[in-house]
């Protein structure tokens, strides 16, 4: 492994952008992996994190002491800039990376910092997220897998549905419930937060075609699996103050994500001079609408850096940012699909359609791809609805909904 | 952004909002609307008293000496309070420009006017809005021509057509020329500077009265009762809302940033961007505010009108959304090569 330096120490944000720029110049494969959601493509992609790690990339604004630089939020944007514009390869382990290793950071013992968050930095071992299950979507605090104490460890009953990278999975970081007569008083009340290795007998994984034919996701079963106590993450019956601090990270800003849109956007602009557009009023018109919103979200993204600087709270920007990406982002791929006309039908060997140019096809494919996942990205961490409840409820103060006791 | 600067910034945002909560507030909008004139005189001597008249002009001509840095939030704040003046072509533009030709005979004297708030000048910037705001009230036009040729008209050398205008507190006129006025120079990047900030500074402005149209709205569904509860309490209204409060919000960051960013190469291509969405967002909170609002925003008696003519006004005004999209479209795909979506 190199040697790595925490980058405050190392210098200005331009010095270590060359330097971010030069890495992934000399390692960035140059044949694009193939898609992580087929056997080959996800080796391809776990390697490339391997190499990540190695190059001390993984996690930039981590603490130097978990395997990070310790990168404040300039440096991290800068990195994250650099990243989508050598368009280096999709992260496969971002459960780890952005919910459990925060996470862990925040509410985990010494013990467990020590036992998770290294192999979780060079992805050898693939983390899930076990929240949602087959009656529990938005309602999430409703959520009926149990967890039964008995001597040091947990008897786990129950099942977890939806649960993204599911099948490819190493470990799961779920929620369950420790104490049902809690939650007869408070249903948020007596959830734990508890890491669950998959290989442990007694779980099934059973991946789940998505609507796209692409095995992204999972459902999980478990029957009478014996889970050690000390893989609980914070204190026992209190997990939901865990798991809202992961949805915190999962709505709030990734500083420098708005590079990746970027890229989109040069996309979208390829196919409309593909087209024949680059002069159609129309398509100019739609192609800047997703262009300004694109523009608009890298500048909330420095304005919540700024913020995040000077100590603001950025818990009352999560939702709204949330919304406002979930929303942009579908906006992009369905705009490509509606500029793509008729061809937008077309999703397998467009080559062998009059108009599609062959060279085109995986991009084509790759669209579609995204433009599902724009749709995923609606709904998971909190649907646009859930969003909207919180935006209107927490941040503008308005009256609260009758809820029924 | 330097501490200073920010510290200023904030100085001057509560200067402004302190100002024009006292002085420019309902019954201030309300007498100039049935005084048929939207220009106050003792009004626009209070933003000069205060420094923010001559903000942008350099101490020399009695000037503030600030940039247009500092201006982000007063020109939102005058969005957000509909200031019926021209604060963003005098103050901003107009002191720009002039600042700019001082040593032509003639300029420094009316800077200094201009910074003593006793100068009103319109600027016309023609290949970005046809029509002229405040060019009736105005002593001075200035004229930006997309070639950057600037040419001062005294108002006797203009023939001023006050159109009626959605927005009678934001007044705008066709302006014809009587002569060759008198040209102060050719400067193409002056020109480029003045067209970027209108369009930033409208995007403020827009953001500023877009948030006021939420503010309002958020007070009101949160005390109209129907069906025994607020209305506000209806998930079917506070989604609207949020809707509303997350354009507002993305527009003020993209606007306020756009302003800020006015001395980096990109600056117009921010500006533009800001501008559109600011409209779009300031689009979205016009129809949901008034449809929110229900029957009493329909009324000339109630408050709301001012600020849906308002955002009708300047979303209208220094490049529609649909011109500034097309034109960051044109920009880009010249950039782009040839070839479909790239990986």
């Known amino acids: 492994m190199t040697v790595k330096t925490v980058v405050e120490q190392a210098g200005a944000v331009d010095e270590f952008r060359a330097e971010v720029r030069q890495w992934l110049a000399e390692n960035v494969p140059a044949e694009p992996l193939r898609p992580w959601t087929t056997r080959v493509g996800f080796d391809q992609h776990r390697q490339w994190e391997r190499t990540l790690f190695e190059g001390g990339y993984a996690a930039v604004d981590w603490p130097v002491e978990y395997g990070g630089r310790g990168a404040g939020l300039r440096h991290t944007i800068a990195f994250a800039e650099e990243y989508y514009r050598a368009r280096a390869p999709e992260r496969v382990n971002m459960g780890g990376l952005y919910l459990l290793g925060p996470v862990l950071m925040q509410y985990g013992t010494a013990e467990q910092r020590r036992r998770w968050i290294p192999d979780l930095l060079s992805c050898r071992t693939i983390w899930c997220q076990g929240f949602s299950e087959p009656g529990s979507g938005s309602d999430l605090a409703s959520l009926r897998t149990r967890a039964v104490r008995d001597g040091d460890h947990f008897l786990v009953n129950g099942q977890k549905i939806w649960t993204s990278m599911g099948g490819s999975a190493d470990w799961i970081f779920a929620l369950v419930r420790t104490d049902p007569e809690a939650a007869k008083r408070r249903k948020h009340a007596g959830i734990t937060f508890l890491c669950i290795d998959l290989r442990t007998p007694g779980v099934e994984v059973r991946p789940l075609t998505m609507v796209d034919g692409t095995k992204g996701f999972a459902e999980v079963f478990f029957t009478d699996v014996r889970v050690p106590v000390e893989n609980v993450v914070g204190d026992l019956d209190q997990g939901w103050k865990v798991a809202m601090s992961t949805l915190g990270f999962e709505r709030g800003a990734v500083f420098g994500d708005h590079a990746k849109f970027s890229n989109d956007i040069a996309a979208l602009a390829g196919l409309v001079r593909h087209r024949g557009l680059a002069q159609d009023s129309l398509a100019l018109d739609e192609l800047g609408r997703v262009l300004v919103e694109t523009e608009v979200y890298r500048a909330n993204v420095y304005r919540l850096a700024a913020l995040a600087e000077s100590g603001g709270d950025l818990d009352r920007t999560a939702s709204i940012n949330k919304l406002y990406w979930t929303e942009m982002q579908h906006d992009i791929f369905a705009t490509g699909l509606r500029l793509m006309a008729e061809d937008g039908a077309i999703v397998a060997d467009p080559s062998a359609v009059a108009g599609v140019d062959p060279v085109t096809a995986d991009a084509w494919r790759d669209w579609h791809h995204r433009y599902w996942y724009a749709r995923a990205a609606m709904i998971f961490g909190g649907t646009s609805e859930i969003q909207r409840n919180i935006i209107s409820e927490r941040v503008l103060g308005l009256p609260l909904e009758p809820r029924p006791s | ?343």
């Open chain 2, 1 to 343: 952004m330097t501490d200073t600067l920010d510290l200023d910034r904030r100085q001057l945002d509560e200067v402004t909002t302190a100002l024009l909560e006292r002085h420019c507030g309902l019954d201030h909008l309300r007498g100039r609307l049935d005084a048929g004139a939207a220009h106050d005189a003792p009004l626009w001597a209070r933003l000069a008293e205060t420094g923010l008249v001559s903000a942008l002009v350099p101490g020399e001509f009695g000037g503030a000496d600030l940039t247009p840095r500092h201006l982000p939030g007063v020109l939102h704040a005058t969005g957000y309070h509909a200031l019926p003046e021209p604060y963003l072509e005098t103050s901003v533009l107009a002191a720009t420009v002039l600042t700019a030709f001082a040593d032509v005979p003639g300029v420094a004297r009316r800077l200094a006017s201009l910074a003593e708030g006793s100068l009103l000048v319109a600027v016309r910037i023609s290949d970005l809005d046809p029509y002229v705001a405040f060019a009736a009230e105005a002593d001075v036009l200035l004229d930006v021509a997309g070639d950057g040729t600037v040419t001062l008209h005294r108002s006797e050398e203009v023939e001023v057509e006050s159109l009626e205008a959605v927005d009678p507190l934001r007044p705008v006129a066709r302006v014809r020329t009587r002569g060759p006025g008198t040209v102060l120079g050719v400067a193409p990047e002056l020109a480029a500077r003045v067209r970027t900030l209108a369009v930033a500074g409208a995007a403020c402005q827009l953001a500023g009265a877009a948030r006021r149209l939420l503010d309002l709205t958020v007070e009101y569904v949160s005390v109209r009762q129907q069906f025994g509860r607020p209305v506000g309490s209806f998930q079917a209204v506070k989604h609207k809302i949020a809707d509303v409060a997350v354009g507002v919000d993305m527009a003020e960051a993209a606007a306020l940033s756009a302003l800020d960013a006015i001395d980096n190469p990109d600056a117009a291509h921010r500006a533009a961007a800001a501008k559109a969405y600011a409209g779009q967002a300031a689009d979205r909170a016009n129809v949901e505010a008034l449809q929110l609002h229900g029957g009493i925003g329909f009324t000339w008696e109630y408050h709301l009108h001012f600020w849906l003519k308002r955002v009708m006004s300047l979303t209208a005004a220094y490049g529609t959304t649909t011109a500034h999209r097309r034109s960051l479209a044109t920009d880009l795909l010249a950039r782009v090569p040839d070839g479909g979506p790239e990986r």
